[in-house]
C-alpha cells in the first residue's frame, strides 16, 4: 500500500458506520485535550487510570474499523509494527520474565494507538480536517486564557497543581511555572499550539479555507500563549512548523507572496497584542529572562536546540552495555511502568528512561530495539514525501502539519500518553490532509 491516500481507493462511503467511527475520533480528540484537566482538577484520585483513558475508545474504533474493513491490517508499517511488538512481548516473557501486566502497558505504548492514524487517513474527508482545524483555533482562544491565568496564579494554586491533584508544574525563570493548560505537562501545549500554528499559516495563504477572523483569532491566541507559557519549546516546536515554508518556496517559488503575507500577518498580530496587551509585554520580559538564565547552561536557542536533537540520536550509540534481549522487557522503561512495578511490589533495575531513542533498546534489547527505530524512521520518512508530494499537486495543507507532527512521530517519547496520543492523531490528521 502507498503511504499516500488514494481518493478513489480509500474515499469514505456515506454510511453510518463511518460516521460512528468519525464520532468517536472526536471524542477521542476531546479526550486527547482533557485528559490533563481530569487528573489534575476533576477526578485526581483516579490519575494514574485515567493514562489509558482512551484506550478503550480506540478498541472501539478497531473494531468498528474490522467490520467495515478498513483496519489498515495489510498496512506495510502496521505490519512491520505488530510483528516487533509481537516478538517484543515473547521476549519480555521468556527471557526477561516481565509482569505481563507492565507488558501490556508496553504495547500500548508502541502499538495500541498507531493504527488509528491509518483508519483516519482513510476515512476523514478534507471537510473533516478542516473541521478539525477549526477546533484547534477556537480552542485555542480558551486554551490561551487558562495559560495567561496559569502564568499569573501562584505556585502552590490549583490551577498550577500537577496531576494527581499535588505538587505543581515544573518551574521556570522569575519564580514563574510552565504552564500546561488543559494538558497534564507543558509538553502537551507545545503539540497543540504546532497544529494550532499549522492551520494558522493554511488559513493565511488559501483564501476561503478557514474564516479570516479564526486565523487572526488562532494567530492572537498562539503568540500570547508563546510568551506566557514559560517554556522555550513551545516556539521552538512552532518555528518548525514555520520552518516547513522553505520546502513550499522551493517547490513553488511562485509563491512567495502568500509566504510574505503570512509572515506580515503573524507580525501584524504580535504588534497589535504588544502594544495592546500588557500581559504580552510582561510575557516578553519573562520569556527573555528564561532564554537569558538557559543560555548560561546550554548555550544559545540554536545550539540547544540542536544538541538536543544530537543527544536524542546518538542516545543509542552509548548504550553498548545492553544486552541483546535488554533489560528487563517491554513497558519497564515508562514512567507508568517503572510505577506499576512498584505497586507490583518488582525491584526495577532501570526505572525511567528520559531518552526516547533509548527507551527501546533498554527495554527489548538492539535487534527489537533498533528496529522499532527503523520503524519511526521509515514512517516520518514516507510521510515526509507523501506532503512533498502534496505541495507539488497545490495542496500545502499537510506539509504543515508534519511539521507539526513529524518531529515528535521521530523522536517523541511515546510512553507519555499525551505525546502518544499527538503522534497517532496528528499523523492521522497529516494523512488525511493529503488527499485532493
Known amino acids: 500500500m502507498n ?4 481518493n478513489k481507493r480509500y474515499a469514505p ?13 472526536w471524542i477521542y480528540f476531546i479526550l486527547l485535550l482533557t485528559e490533563g484537566a481530569l487528573r489534575k ?15 478503550p475508545l480506540v478498541i ?18 502496521i505490519s512491520l509494527l505488530t510483528k516487533t511488538t509481537i516478538v517484543a512481548c515473547f521476549t519480555s516473557i521468556i527471557i526477561n520474565q516481565t509482569h505481563p501486566f507492565i507488558i501490556l502497558y508496553g504495547i500500548h505504548t508502541n502499538y495500541l494507538h498507531i493504527p488509528l492514524a491509518f483508519i483516519m487517513g ?41 496531576a494527581g491533584g499535588h505538587g505543581f508544574q515544573l518551574e521556570t525563570s522569575g519564580g514563574k511555572l510552565r504552564a500546561s493548560g488543559t494538558f497534564s505537562f507543558v509538553s502537551g501545549i507545545v503539540y497543540y499550539y504546532c497544529f494550532a500554528v499549522s492551520f494558522v499559516i493554511y488559513g493565511f495563504i488559501t483564501k476561503g479555507a478557514l474564516p479570516r477572523w ?15 507559557a514559560g517554556s522555550r519549546s513551545v516556539i521552538a516546536e512552532c518555528l518548525q512548523v514555520v520552518a516547513c515554508f522553505g520546502f513550499l518556496a522551493y517547490i513553488k517559488p511562485n509563491e512567495f507572496g502568500k509566504i510574505a503575507f503570512s509572515l506580515l500577518g503573524f507580525i501584524l498580530v504580535g504588534s497589535i497584542l504588544y502594544s495592546q496587551i500588557d500581559l504580552f509585554e510582561e510575557g516578553i520580559k519573562f520569556l527573555g529572562l528564561r532564554f537569558e538564565e538557559a543560555a548560561n547552561t546550554e548555550g544559545n536557542p540554536f545550539e540547544a536546540y540542536f544538541i538536543r536533537y544530537w543527544h536524542i540520536i546518538r542516545a543509542p550509540y552509548d548504550l553498548t552495555w545492553v544486552s541483546f534481549f535488554g533489560l528487563e522487557g517491554l513497558g519497564t522503561g515508562t514512567r507508568a511502568g517503572v510505577a506499576l512495578a512498584a505497586k507490583l511490589g518488582i525491584s526495577t533495575k532501570i526505572g525511567f528512561v528520559e531518552t526516547p531513542w533509548s527507551q527501546p533498546i533498554i527495554e527489548n534489547g538492539i535487534l527489537i530495539g533498533c528496529t522499532f527505530l527503523f520503524w519511526r524512521i521509515w514512517i516520518t520518512k514516507s510521510l515526509f514525501v507523501a506532503c512533498i508530494q502534496s505541495i507539488k499537486k497545490g495542496n500545502y495543507l499537510p506539509i504543515f502539519l508534519f511539521g507539526a507532527c513529524g ?25 488525511a490532509s493529503t488527499k485532493t
Not at 485555542?140 to 498550577?160: K, P, S
Open 122 to 162: 482513510r476515512i476523514l474527508t478534507r471537510t473533516d480536517v478542516l473541521n478539525f482545524g477549526k477546533a484547534f483555533l477556537l480552542g485555542g482562544f480558551f486554551m490561551t486564557w487558562l495559560v495567561a491565568e496559569q502564568f499569573q496564579a501562584e505556585r502552590d494554586g490549583i490551577l498550577n497543581v500537577a
Open 214 to 228: 479564526m486565523v487572526y483569532l488562532g494567530a492572537g491566541a498562539t503568540l500570547l500563549a508563546m510568551v506566557t
Open 41 to 55: 482538577w476533576f477526578l485526581p484520585g483516579l490519575s494514574q487510570a485515567l493514562l489509558i483513558i482512551r484506550d
Open 3 to 6: 503511504f499516500e491516500v488514494d
Open 407 to 431: 518531529p515528535v512521530l521521530l523522536t517523541g517519547m511515546y510512553g507519555q500518553p499525551t505525546t502518544l496520543g499527538f503522534v497517532a492523531f496528528g499523523t492521522g490528521l497529516c494523512l
Open 13 to 25: 462511503k456515506l454510511n453510518e458506520d463511518y460516521e460512528i467511527i468519525k464520532k468517536l475520533i
Open 60 to 77: 472501539w474504533i478497531y473494531f468498528l474499523a474490522f467490520q467495515q474493513n478498513i483496519f489498515p491490517s495489510e498496512n506495510k508499517y
